[in-house]
């Protein structure tokens, strides 16, 4: 499972490396590596949440060790998005620390990145026993708000271009519910389901608003748009798709186990049986 979240968090770069090589990053080589270095850091966080619920729904415990190697590659990619930035600035690092300051979009990424480094700092088991383990959950869950803040990074650079990062908005949104509810009761299928059709409606009614408020266009148009698959899948369309292989994976994982339960009522009453016989 390590092996496979390393090849996980190594594959990004092996591919950024692959196009520069081949020369494929287009005329602005480095503005092109900064795009996808963040992208990928971004990727990788929301991957870093899904683990828990991954590991929940699948019946798969060890899924929860790749969770440490794929934060702490997200982290990697999100230090060297802002080192390749650095790079296109002329590693003028007065000029950087003052677009940072003036430039509200840089400013939300410099919070999200300053977020992730006591996460970071603290990923070791060494943490774990010198914070103790509430204290440590406490403050892991940063990760949240430092995903959210990364997210609207990524819209306020590319405000007209939402569909990438309003459907990483969308899958944060359902890591988040899933959360809320896994602490009232058990996560079932059923609400699985439910839990798809919401975030996939807060997604297509956040990307509406977005438009509405970043760039004047008519919100109904937004809406309508995601009705017509036409042109392609909203990202609130991929948000349900996700959400609906979720909740069919719990059902299979839960089969099983439903069939196994008579065979194991049978085996305690025959066992039973026999305890009561003389010897």
Not at 32 to 43: K, M
Not at 85 to 113: F, H, K, N
Not at 123 to 145: E, I, K, Y
Request: aromatic share 6%.
């Amino acid at each position: 499972m390590k092996l496979a979240a390393l090849a996980t968090a190594l594959a990004p770069i092996l591919w950024l490396c692959g196009l520069a090589i081949d020369r494929k990053l287009g005329a602005r080589p480095v503005n092109a590596a900064i795009n996808l270095t963040g992208d990928w850091a971004l990727w990788l966080l929301l991957a870093t949440l899904a683990a828990t619920p991954a590991r929940r729904i699948l019946a798969a415990p060890r899924l929860v060790l790749a969770r440490r190697t794929l934060g702490l590659a997200a982290f990697a990619y999100a230090v060297l998005h802002l080192g390749l930035y650095a790079l296109d600035q002329g590693l003028d690092l007065g000029r950087v620390a003052s677009e940072i300051v003036l430039r509200r979009y840089l400013t939300i990424g410099a919070v999200a990145l300053a977020g992730l480094i006591p996460l970071a700092a603290t990923s070791r088991d060494g943490a774990v026993r010198r914070l103790g383990s509430a204290q440590w959950n406490r403050l892991h869950q940063l990760v949240h708000p430092t995903a959210l803040l990364s997210i609207v990074h990524f819209l306020l650079r590319s405000p007209t271009d939402t569909a990438e990062p309003m459907l990483m908005a969308g899958l944060l949104a359902w890591l988040a519910g899933y959360r809320l509810l896994q602490r009232r009761r058990e996560v079932g299928p059923d609400t699985l389901v439910g839990l798809a059709v919401a975030t996939a409606a807060l997604t297509a009614l956040g990307e509406a608003a977005w438009h509405a408020a970043a760039t004047g266009v008519d919100p109904w148009r937004i809406l309508r748009a995601n009705l017509d698959a036409g042109p392609g899948l909203r990202p609130a369309w991929w948000v349900l798709i996700a959400g609906l292989v979720a909740a069919a994976l719990a059902r299979a994982a839960r089969r099983p186990q439903r069939a196994s339960a008579p065979i194991s009522s049978s085996s305690a009453a025959s066992g039973g049986t026999r305890g009561q016989s003389p010897s």
